[in-house]
Every structure is written in C-alpha cells, then in structure tokens.
T-cell receptor, first 115, second 111 residues
C-alpha cells in the first residue's frame, strides 16, 4: 500500500527551538509538496520540489523556514527558531509529474504546537 | 479577497440526500480543478479531478466546472454517514504545480 509517510505525527516544542519534520514520498514519485494547514488560512503551499530540485518556495518565510531533499526518499522541512504562530498541521504530498499537471497524494501530517 | 472562496459550513444533511458543494474563484487562468476529502485528523485524499470545463462522474460523485462563471461544484448522490468529512476544492493554472485550495466545507451526513 503506497503512501506518503510523515514523522513525527505530533510535536510540541518551546518557542525558539528548532523543529525538523520529515517526509518519505511514495516510491517513484518525482514531485514533493509541503503545505501548512490552519483553521484561518486553510492549506497553504510552502514549497515544492521536482526531481529533488526546489521549484518554488515563495510561500515559505525565508528567515526561519528551510526545505530540502537530501535524496529521493527523504524531504525535510525545518523551522529555526520556531514561533507560536507556526503552530499548524504540516502536510507533505508527493506526485508523479509526467505532464503539465500532477496529482498530489498527501501524508497524514505533522501537528506542530509551539508554546 | 482570496483567489478561491468556499463556504466553511457546516452543512448537515440526512442520509440519502443529494449534497451540493461549491467553490468560486477569481483567476481565469485556472485550468485544473480538484476535489479533496479530508477526514478529521487525516491528510486530504483526492476525490475528483477535471480539466477545463464540463462534467465528470465517478460513482456517487459528480464534479462540474463552469469556467464562464468561475464556479465549480461537487455533487454527492445518496449521501452516507461515511461521507461526513471536510471537502476541499483546489485548482491550478496550466504549466504550474501550484494548487490553490479553498478553506473547505465541513459536511455532516446524519443517519
């Protein structure tokens, strides 16, 4: 059963601490997305990668957020330093981009609480 | 004003009812339209995907796109309690992987 795997599922941290979220995309998928979901804003695209290269990270606060794909089986999203306003559910999604459009398959999310 | 607008609900219907969920959008460049279903504390899962205008049917689900009105709909026939979830519309322009999501409509189907 192919699925996107995210760890950890839940994270509670103190303001100022570094947070690292990990994602294992579906094997063979070449596109990875990071989204943030809040009640007020809904799902917001933070960054996406194609063949491990970042294509768009304009949705990410550059001063504290960073996203990388060290290899095809791992994507990471880091927040340093974390702030209470970063509390949200962070979703990773992957897709197979073979044309002008790719469908995104979502993981279960990481629920982040910054106190 | 957001690019994609969606009524947050909640929308409560009796089992067996026909449900209509809708989104409006402002960007005429959107070509790809999707509906996702999200159960509580789960990730969104793709339900329907359409390109440009027209209708698409899959079982009890029908997606409609009216580009002239910038309006998309998802119809659920013979709704079941298991359909209770939040339904998110999403759309993107051709040549981009950037989906813009609505904030979701919470649906409750009462047994």
């Amino acid at each position: 059963d192919a699925r996107v795997t995210q760890t950890p599922r839940h994270k509670v941290t103190e303001m100022g601490q570094e947070v690292t979220m990990r994602c294992q995309p579906i094997l063979g998928h070449n596109t990875v997305f990071w989204y943030r979901q809040t009640m007020m804003q809904g799902l917001e695209l933070l960054a996406y990668f194609r063949n491990r290269a970042p294509l768009d990270d304009s949705g990410m606060p550059k001063d504290r957020f960073s996203a990388e794909m060290p290899d095809a089986t791992l994507a990471t999203l880091k927040i340093q330093p974390s702030e209470p306003r970063d509390s949200a559910v962070y979703f990773c999604a992957s897709g197979l981009g073979t044309g002008p459009h790719t469908e995104a398959f979502f993981g279960q999310g990481t629920r982040l609480t910054v106190v | 004003q957001k690019e994609v607008e969606q009524d947050p609900g909640p929308l409560s219907v009796p089992e067996g009812a026909i449900v209509s969920l809708n989104c409006t959008y402002s960007n005429s460049a959107f070509q790809y339209f999707m509906w996702y279903r999200q159960y509580s504390r789960k990730g969104p899962e793709l339900l329907m995907y359409t390109y440009s205008s027209g209708n698409k049917e899959d079982g009890r689900f029908t997606a409609q796109v009216d580009k002239s009105s910038k309006y998309i709909s998802l119809f659920i026939r013979d709704s079941q309690p298991s359909d209770s979830a939040t339904y998110l519309c999403a759309m993107s322009a051709s040549g981009t992987y950037k989906y813009i999501f609505g904030t979701g409509t919470r649906l409750k189907v009462l047994a």
